[in-house]
């Protein structure tokens, strides 16, 4: 199985750390962002890697090496100029023939992918994108009023609010909708579909999830490494 790990962002959320390591490889404990991702994508099932990179590419490049030492075949594509999330995809179209796995390469999570990976392959979508429910702490109390009058109070309820999580499962059919050389994001992959009327599937993610956007995301992530990751 194959998988592509988008990982040529900037890090700009996360200066001054990326001002001198590419985001996929700030430290998590003992190990790289990236090598915590590769290493559960190999547990998994998955042993053919894809790392699309741009920012400070050749560091990625030197570290990983061919993948031999974690097990796995690693390829490295490099786009020329940033072409969002969805773009540094298609560069890849000629070497992805089955479905398979896309993923931010900031991400830390227990989704098991080969679950997910059985799961889009029953499905007739070309499109399977992973939600997570975020829940957030309303700190004031919400008040319900008719007219002049109260008819009752929430005492600081909790915001639900389903993201997207940032793992896809792509059926080669796919990469159809994305324009070559171009600045394509997933949401405007997505929002194409809808307007297409194309079927999108979702998967909630249940298990523990971590986006490492920001600095305050990062220190989050040294805290849980030796709970979930170790």
Partial sequence: MKAVILSGGLGTRLRPFT?????????????????????????????????????????IENFFGDGSKYGVKLTVSKEDKP?????????????LHEPFLVMNGDILTLLPYKKLYDFALTKSSILTIC?????????FGNIHTEGDYVTGIEE?????????AGIYIFKPEILELIPADEYFGMDSLITSMLEKGLPITHYPIEE??????QVKDYEKAQEVYREHFK
């Fill in 83 to 95: 072409l969002g999330t969805a773009g540094p995809v298609k560069l890849l179209e000629d070497q």
């Fill in 131 to 139: 939600t997570k429910e975020i829940v957030t702490p309303f700190q």
């Fill in 19 to 59: 001002e001198v390591i590419p985001k996929p490889l700030l430290p998590i404990g003992e190990k790289a962002v990236l090598e915590i991702q590769i290493e559960h994508l190999r547990d998994n099932g998955f042993n053919h890697i894809f790392l699309a990179t741009n920012y400070k590419s050749a560091y």
């Fill in 208 to 213: 523990y999830w971590l986006d490492i956007g």
């Fill in 156 to 164: 600081k309820p909790d915001i639900r609010t389903t993201i997207l």
